[in-house]
């Protein structure tokens, strides 16, 4: 494993974080999400990604049973605000009311008293920034926080964020963004607006939910158990991935493996590998049913990708890669 700034702060994070969006506190039992942390650890992985509205916060809950025996100032703790996470009408959003109440009850399913980057979520239009960024100024005061960072914000958001945090002196470092060698969107706009406010990249999704697995075959039913097969049809999933389950999207990703097979890796590894060749990305999230898929994944972690090797993705690629940055969030 190795290790990079995040952003222009002095924190450093594993260039590989695992998360638990959709896996642990759902798909798999509670067991098996310990194996995947412990697996983490073992492989060099410091750095944990989770949300409140993950499996409707039982997701924290797991994490933070797994991690409690673990020396706290070892490790670097993500968790975000925003999507709801109850039935009442502040239950969301990034009220002043929400972030508070949102912010304590992650602490206690973590079971620690602080969170490393804490992101907004989502962008609220129905909060005044001024008082989202006041809220978390006062959570980094009192010790809760020490970081702040934002999930899918566009270039405009995060320049009005970013002199909101200077103004009131709130460490703002990180942008949590999906990027794939499919999906692109950041690189015109975000990617400038968050060097510019000195924020590093924590991306999400390297395998394009699973498209990039190779796992989905041309001209064959998709395979049992897998999320496409859940989940094909429902409007996030085809927002997210949709776009790419067709025949002659999965031919192309199909001629990346024995690319990746050139240089020693299995394809999930090469697409972490590429996310990592870019220096504006600080560390890149990979998720676990089985801490198997760990192991496999971290082997990504250190890969040195060429420019001629670079261009033969893009060729192969080219003309299903999603690119507008108006898809940002």
Sequence with gaps: MEYRKLGNSGLTVSEISLGNWITHGAQVDDGTAKACVRAALEAGITTFDTADVYSNTKAETVLGQALKEIRRES???????????????????????????????????????????????????????????????????????????V????????????????????????????????????????????????????TWSPLAQGILSGKYIPDQELPAGSRAAAEAGAPFFNNLAGQWLRDDVLIAVQ?????????????????????????????????????????????AAGVKLDRDFLSRIDEILSEWIERDPARTG
């Design 255 to 299: 001629q990346l493996i024995p690319l990746a097979k050139e240089i020693g890796l299995t394809l999930p590894q090469l697409a972490v590998a590429w996310v990592l060749q870019h220096p504006y990305v600080s560390s890149v999230i990979i998720g676990a049913s089985r801490p198997e898929q760990v192991l496999e994944n971290v082997k």
């Design 75 to 149: 490790i670097e703790l993500c968790t975000k605000v925003c999507h709801p996470t109850g039935s009442g009408h502040n239950d969301r959003g990034l009220s002043r009311k929400h972030i508070m109440e949102a912010c304590n009850a992650s602490l206690r399913r973590l079971q620690t008293d602080y969170i490393d980057v804490y992101y907004a979520h989502r962008y609220d239009p129905h909060t005044p920034l001024e008082e989202t960024f006041l809220a978390f100024a006062d959570l980094v005061r009192q010790g809760k926080v020490h970081y702040i960072g």
């Design 151 to 202: 999930s899918e914000w566009t270039a405009a958001q995060i320049a009005q964020g970013s002199a909101l945090a200077k103004e009131l002196r709130v460490p703002f470092i990180a942008s949590q963004p999906q990027y794939s060698m499919l999906w692109r969107v950041i690189e015109q706009e975000v990617v400038p607006a968050s060097t510019q406010a000195g924020l590093g990249q924590i």
